[in-house]
T-cell receptor, first 109, second 112 residues
């Protein structure tokens, strides 16, 4: 099956700093989702991005499907951005998502 | 529009018991998927239901089963619980295939 790798695994930032999270996948995908998991475990939708670039406030995402990677940009980070960020393309037909191992982000004052 | 809801939110069971978890999708969504999250294995797909039919199944033993009702609500059942079944169980709903999925808050199951 498809392999999804995320980097870096851990990231510590000072509030106000920018960061780039990367998601590599081993096979072609039709689309990809980015999620933020909060401390209570809820997965919050960030982006649904088959290809190209999308922006939502301080966050933006770019997927280059032909090169099998996606990037999540966080600008002017805030402490509320802390948590785990996952990318997940659908694989194997239907709505089966394959999750990466995530990037654990901690934003400090 | 209300989001995905899951009940119960927390559950404590003992080995050998069985458990049923419930998921109500976003109104109008016909696809419900279930995932298990553990520290060791991460987020893993259990199964997907669409219009009351199981459409896809992950690599889990037969102790894990599910169903979907005509109103798209779904339940998953785990029989003969093992310590390793302790996990956060998440369900997601989607309008149709290859569409954006939305997750519920999860059910945290502890097996003692």
């Amino acid at each position: 099956g498809i392999q999804v790798e995320q980097s870096p695994p851990d990231l510590i930032l000072q509030e106000g700093a920018n960061s780039t999270l990367r998601c590599n996948f081993s096979d072609s995908v039709n689309n990809l989702q980015w999620f933020h998991q909060n401390p209570w475990g809820q997965l919050i939708n960030l982006f649904y991005i088959p290809s190209g670039t999308k922006q939502n406030g301080r966050l933006s995402a770019t997927t280059v499907a032909t090169e099998r990677y996606s990037l999540l940009y966080i600008s002017s980070s805030q402490t509320t951005d802390s948590g785990v960020y996952f990318c997940a393309p659908p694989t194997g037909g239907g709505n089966k998502l394959t999750f990466g191992t995530g990037t654990q982000l901690k934003v400090e004052l | 529009k209300a989001g995905v809801t899951q009940t119960p939110r927390y559950l404590i069971k003992t080995r050998g018991q069985q458990v049923t978890l419930s998921c109500s999708p976003i109104s109008g969504h016909r696809s419900v998927s279930w995932y298990q999250q553990t520290p060791g294995q991460g987020l893993q797909f259990l199964f997907e239901y669409f219009s009351e039919t199981q459409r896809n199944k992950g690599n889990f033993p037969g102790r894990f089963s599910g169903r979907q009702f005509s109103n798209s609500r779904s339940e998953m059942n785990v029989s003969t619980l093992e310590l390793g079944d302790s996990a956060l169980y998440l369900c997601a709903s989607s309008l149709r295939s290859y569409n954006e999925q939305f997750f519920g808050p999860g059910t945290r199951l502890t097996v003692l």
